[in-house]
C-alpha cells in the first residue's frame, strides 16, 4: 500500500500573512519547501495537497485563479526536485456567497470527506502516512482519519501550538518547518527499518 504525507498548503508550503491568496503573484512559497517535499519524495512518499479554499465560497477568486497560483505553486517546487501527486480542494464555506459552496460541508476539514474519497481511489496505507500543517483543523483533519500529525510553526503554527496544550487532540510531532518535517521523518523510518531486523 502506498504512503502519503497530506500538506496544507497556507502556512505549510507558503506565507500567508496577506491573508486571501487570490493571484499567483502573491503566492510565495517557504524557504527549502521545493528541497523538502523532494526529500519526502525520495523516502518514497507521495504528496497530497489538501486546501480549505473558502475563498472561493465567498467570491474572492475563482477556480481559474486557483489554478494558475497551483500551477505556480507546482513550478517553484519541481525547480528544487519535488513532486507533487494530488491536489484536494474544498472550496466551500457556509457565510459564503457563491453557489453551490455557500454550505458546510464534509470534505472542509477537519471534516474528512476529501480523504475519504482519495482513499477509495488509492487504498493507502493510513498508518504510514502523515498530515502536516499549522492549524488545529489540519491536526484534527489527520487524527480524525488516524494519520500521524505533525504541527509546523510556520503560518499560524505557533498560535496553534499555544491552543494545542489545551486540546484534547494534539500533534504527534511538533517542528519548527516543513524541511525539518522531512528530517523528522527520516529518522522515523530509519527507526523502523531497524526495529525490523
Known amino acids: ?18 491573508g486571501y491568496i487570490s493571484s499567483p503573484e502573491d503566492f510565495n512559497l517557504y524557504p527549502n519547501v521545493g528541497k523538502a517535499i523532494h526529500n519526502f519524495n525520495k523516502l518514497g512518499y507521495k504528496i497530497v495537497v ?17 489554478e494558475l497560483i497551483h500551477e505556480k505553486m507546482i513550478r517553484l517546487i519541481e525547480a528544487d526536485g519535488g513532486v507533487i501527486e494530488d491536489i484536494l480542494i474544498a472550496p466551500y464555506h457556509k457565510d459564503g456567497v457563491i453557489e453551490p459552496y455557500n454550505i458546510e460541508h464534509e470534505d472542509r476539514k477537519p471534516c474528512t470527506g476529501l480523504l475519504k474519497t482519495y482513499y477509495k481511489k488509492c487504498n493507502f496505507s493510513t498508518s504510514k502516512s502523515f498530515m502536516i500543517g499549522d492549524k488545529q483543523s489540519d491536526i484534527e483533519f489527520g487524527f480524525n482519519f488516524n494519520l500521524k500529525t505533525i504541527l509546523v510553526l ?23 518547518d516543513l524541511l525539518s518535517a522531512a528530517k523528522l521523518i527520516e529518522n522515523i523510518d530509519k527507526n523502523k527499518k531497524g526495529d525490523s531486523k
Not at 154 to 176: C, M, P, R, Y
Open 1 to 18: 500500500m502506498e504512503k502519503i504525507i497530506f500538506l496544507d498548503r497556507d502556512g505549510t508550503i507558503n506565507a500567508d500573512e496577506s
Open 50 to 66: 489538501v486546501t480549505n479554499q473558502s475563498g472561493i465560497a465567498r467570491g474572492y477568486y475563482g477556480f481559474k485563479e486557483l
Open 154 to 176: 510556520t503560518g499560524n503554527g505557533k498560535n496553534t501550538f499555544e491552543k494545542n496544550l489545551n486540546s484534547d487532540i494534539k500533534a504527534d510531532f511538533i517542528v519548527k
